[in-house]
């Protein structure tokens, strides 16, 4: 039996991130992974989806940028295995990273099943035998899995779930999305650009519902239609069944039974955390109906030397989040009187374009009081760099409050994923909208949609006509 | 047992390298982790280090040679490392958690046997009290039977013979008995009183968790002390001036906040607390509680392996809280003048016999005392305080003096009391007992209170000039330092031997401005430079 200060279950960017920190203040750290290190991110969730976007988006460039800007070239040819190969290698360097960091800081790694004896005793179970582990703490990083729907069991080669998607051996001809969440959309898109033939069946009357901002949303709808992807809103899936080498996929819409033809299912109709692990209930601690470990704002759980981190303890199931809750509890082990006071964590969309926001909603700010909001617009249509670049959708909105205090910043348009930050440190910094704008963005960058953004909403930004016309006197910044 | 070393992975896509030197040769005794061999790889060239303790037995690769990974490097006969491994087996709870470095402190509370029921019983024992202390009188208590008291939470004021300490609980629960009355005394360790933890089965481990796991939740500050998350508030603070009102224990939430909008700035969090502390705590007296909280910036260690760690506690940690508080409250500022002493060293010289026959030795300081005294009566301001609550000035028509002892504790100030009334030879029998009694930690709280004024006599150690820290809520100290011979010429034109000795006044400038401390730092070098003076200002 080995005895451990800290055991940490599951080696996502929750996991890993907690046995390194806790290392790092000098605890005694193990950390047990089932699988690849990484977790569902770095193998089959955010850096793999990332890799393949990447590949469609320079495929797409080429057959529809290239041409206006002069460069002629033959007819792209994709070498799908390469592609998918490429990716693969992606996922090794980033979990080959984290062996690593792991192992450079001293944390023991167990490569194997945990089972759960008692709230200080972890069995592990592996190719190579079982082995205790005795611990004072342990945090839980078990993360989530896609949640499967009746009728469309995951056979993961031609019923998929994002793992299985992003893992095929050849391009769908037509494939079929249950459920237009940020994954369904991600997938769908570059799977688009690569030629597959896409429809997406989605229950809600709009993409990305209570998720983005609505505004987002439409410019993005906008532009899958535009590159042929089907959205059918409203839509139920019932049942597929395979008529030779396809599938037939049956959904009710407005009370009527459809049918559609694919060769590949992607269901994506959420994710479930994976509270439902028969051994944890060994522990003592209380799980939600959905399966969420309960935790206080501490993370910890009912069981006080035990916590639990990421998707296992609730929405908004992100990586960032899970990473941040790691640092913060292996702080708290260490004896810091810290709880989660995170003011906003951001969300990114890796569609195209890309929806980036942080912040809150119009309609969250309204319902907690807020009243004469100021909400403005800024395009990317008028700024110079995202000409130079050919990406002018989208725009940056901001929503301030009445003294102009930076409440929620919504952005759809080139790197939004990328200019989202700054809009995460002004929030949590309390900024106003003078802030923003009074500091000197660099030209010719898409950050500077930021600094017009606020000044949008502050009246007049310099590159948009705004009405009124005219504004008495500057801005005064007066403390309200 | 042989254990043969595998070369390591070396890294993302290396599959071998290039051996450039052997770190051990056969037969020498290797440590776990320590480096054996240096190889170079296209990328890199690494120290390879053993994953287990022995004797090598035989090197497999000579430099130059290049070496596949997962290859056999060199064999090890180990000593006793695997036999250790498997000893435990066996074993399956696990001892009560060490302090190996984190937060577990050795409670001192202890839990009774018969805790069935859920509600188990506390008995929170004296804490050692500081250095050499063993026992305290209990002034007051400060919770009642059936109070429900927070770890942490102060249940009981205790005077020992260097300060008076409020005892925290170090478990949550209800008070069930007191077992001592205010008089009292209580020995370090005796049973102070004892406690029902209240929430025991929320507490309580589920049944299938081992004994060692509550010992085990105390080590991470616990869930009783934080208020909730910021995220649902209005409040604007920026990420770091959140985590410092956490670490304050500071509801952020019900701040108001003085920045632009509204937002909460460190001052804002900071003020809470100093605004906290005074109103609740009046400072003062010479041994006094220094109660205002400052802020704890962090230390964080550069070289850690070379320093070594003590708490920070007892009358060290009382001078550290009176001083700290003394120069944050008062602006100081010190003049310093030397004065002839050829008079005063010959005075002493006369007195010698006088003083032996009367069983006591005079030194230079009841003369100082004395010179003092009628240098004060000129110049009441040096015997005041500033009430700051009432926004007062208090003059005193008492003269208690104090003096600065070096002991092997560090730094106490006895006080002589109603000097004015005392004869040089009572004093000097005083100051000898006092400073005896000081060194051998004997001193009564009471000897060390109630101080107008203050002596430091650092010169009978070394130095020339000091600026002194003035003891709160005094407003002024003296400082007097060492006897230097100095050649002159007198008004014949002839070599004469003088004695000099330096004085310093550190003086509080609300109260005391610069021209008024040289006018008195003047009239009492007058007096020192000649003591028949002294006989002016007798009455």
């Known amino acids: 039996m080995q005895k451990f200060d800290v055991v940490v279950v599951g080696s996502g960017p929750g996991g890993y991130v907690a046995a390194i920190k806790c290392a790092q203040l000098g605890l005694n750290t193990a950390i047990v992974e089932k699988e690849k290190l990484g977790g569902v991110c770095l193998n089959v969730g955010c850096i793999p989806s990332k890799a393949m976007i990447t590949a469609a988006h320079w495929l797409d460039k080429v057959e529809h940028g290239f041409p206006e800007m002069g460069i002629e070239v033959s007819k792209p040819k994709i070498d799908f295995k390469k592609m998918v190969a490429w990716k693969q290698s992606v996922c090794d360097k980033m979990s080959g990273g984290v062996n690593q960091l792991l192992k450079g800081n001293k944390v023991t790694i167990f490569n194997g099943t945990a089972e759960f004896m008692s709230p200080t005793l972890i069995e592990v179970q592996s190719s190579k035998g079982k082995e205790q582990l005795e611990t004072k703490y342990m945090i839980l990083a078990l993360g989530s899995r896609p949640i499967q729907i009746p009728g469309f069991e995951f056979d993961e080669k031609n019923i998929v779930s994002s793992t299985g998607a992003l893992d095929l051996d050849a391009i769908p001809k037509r494939m079929v999305t249950i459920g237009g969440g940020y994954i369904g959309l991600e997938i769908s898109s570059y799977m688009k650009k690569l030629g597959t033939d896409v429809t997406i069946l989605e229950a809600a009357d709009s993409l990305l519902a209570g998720v983005a901002d609505p505004d987002c949303s439409q410019v993005v709808a906008r532009k899958l239609k535009k590159s042929g992807v089907k959205v059918i809103h409203q839509a139920k899936a019932k049942s597929q069944k395979k008529t030779g080498s396809d599938y037939e996929v049956t959904y009710e819409l407005n009370g009527k039974t459809e049918t559609l033809k694919a060769d590949k299912i992607l269901v994506t109709v959420g994710r479930r955390p994976n509270g439902d692990q028969p051994t944890l209930k060994k522990l003592g601690i209380q799980i939600d109906e959905r399966g969420f470990v309960k935790v206080d704002a501490q993370r910890r759980t009912n069981v006080k030397n035990i916590f639990a981190i990421g998707d296992l303890c609730g929405q908004p199931m992100l990586a960032h989040k899970a990473s941040h809750e790691g640092v913060m509890v292996a702080e708290i082990i260490k004896g810091a009187p810290r709880a989660f006071d995170a003011k906003t964590i951001p969300a990114v969309v890796f569609t195209d374009p890309e929806i980036a926001s942080a912040g809150m909603l119009e309609s969250e700010a309204i319902a907690k009081g807020y009243k004469n909001l100021k909400i403005a617009k800024f395009p990317f249509g008028a700024n110079g760099r995202a000409v130079s670049m050919m990406e002018t959708d989208g725009f940056v909105k901001m929503i301030a409050s009445e003294n102009d205090v930076l409440l929620g910043v919504h952005i759809v348009g080139p790197e939004a994923s990328n200019l989202i930050s700054e809009a995460v440190v002004a929030i949590e910094m309390g900024a106003r909208l003078q802030d923003l704008a009074l500091s000197i963005h660099p030209h010719p960058t898409l950050g500077e949609t930021m600094m017009e953004a606020a000044e949008a909403t502050l009246g007049h930004a310099i590159h948009i006509i705004q009405k009124p016309l005219h504004t008495p006197a500057p801005q005064p910044a007066a403390t309200k | 047992m042989a254990f043969d070393l595998k070369l390591p992975e070396l890294g993302e896509g290396v599959t071998e390298g290039e051996l450039i030197k052997w770190l051990v040769k056969p037969g020498d005794t290797v440590k776990a982790d320590q480096s054996v061999a240096e190889i170079m790889t296209d990328k890199a060239t690494v120290e390879v280090p053993t994953t287990r303790a022995g004797v090598v037995k035989e090197l497999k690769f000579k430099a130059g040679d290049v070496i596949k990974v997962e290859s056999t490097i060199l064999t090890l006969e180990e000593t006793g490392a695997s036999a250790a491994k498997a000893a435990a087996p066996t074993a399956t709870t696990m001892a009560a958690p060490q302090t190996n470095g984190h937060a577990f402190n050795p409670p001192t509370t202890t839990v009774s046997a018969g805790a069935a029921t859920g509600g188990a019983t506390y008995e929170l024992k004296l804490p050692e009290l500081g250095e050499g202390v063993t026992e305290g009188e209990l002034i007051k208590w400060l919770v009642k039977p059936g109070d429900t008291v927070k770890p942490d939470q102060s249940v009981a004021e205790i005077m020992t013979d260097k300060a008076t300490v409020e005892v925290p609980t170090t478990k949550g629960g209800t008070v069930k008995e007191l077992k001592f009355k205010a008089g009292e005394v209580v020995k370090v360790e005796s049973v102070l009183l004892t406690l029902t933890s209240a929430g025991g ?288 010429l007198n008004a014949e034109g002839k070599v004469i031997s003088k004695k000099y000795m330096n004085f310093t006044i550190t003086c509080d400038h609300r109260l005391i401005d610069g021209a008024l401390a040289a006018r008195f730092l003047k009239a009492f070098l007058g007096r020192i430079q000649k003591p028949a003076l002294l006989m002016l200002d007798m009455h």
């Open chain 2, 201 to 488: 089965t929320q507490n309580a481990p589920p049944p299938q968790a081992q004994p060692t796991m509550a010992a085990a939740a105390t080590g991470a500050s616990t869930s009783a002390s934080f208020y909730p998350p910021v995220m649902d508030s209005k409040v604007l603070a920026t990420p770091s001036t959140r985590r410092l009102a956490r670490e304050m224990q500071v509801d952020i939430n019900g701040v108001t906040g003085t920045g632009l909008a509204g937002r909460v700035t460190r001052e804002d969090i900071l003020k809470q607390l100093d605004s906290v502390s005074i109103g609740t705590k009046a400072p003062a007296t010479s041994t006094g509680n220094g109660s205002i909280s400052f802020p704890k910036p962090g230390y964080s260690s550069t070289n850690a392996t070379a320093e070594e760690r003590v708490p920070l506690k007892g009358i060290r940690k009382k001078i550290a809280e009176n001083l700290q508080m003394a120069k944050h409250i008062i602006p100081h500022f010190t003049l310093m003048d030397e004065v002839d002493v050829t008079e005063l060293v010959a005075f002493r010289e006369s007195m010698k016999d006088i003083a032996e026959k009367a069983g006591t030795k005079v030194t230079y300081l009841p003369f100082v005392m004395k010179a003092l005294i009628a240098t004060i009566r000129e110049f009441p301001a040096f015997n005041a305080s500033i009430d700051d609550n009432a926004q007062e000035i208090v003059y005193k028509k008492y003269f208690n003096l104090g003096f600065a002892a070096d002991t092997p504790n560090g730094l106490l100030v006895p006080v002589v009391k109603q000097a004015d009334g005392k004869t040089i030879l009572d004093i000097s029998k005083e100051i000898i007992d006092l400073s005896k009694r000081a060194r051998d930690g004997k001193l009564k709280p009471d000897e060390m209170k109630g101080a107008t004024i203050t002596i430091t006599n650092i010169g009978s150690v070394g130095g020339t000039y000091a600026t002194p820290i003035i003891n709160h809520p005094e407003v002024a100290i003296l400082g007097m330092y060492k006897i230097q011979d100095r050649l002159e």
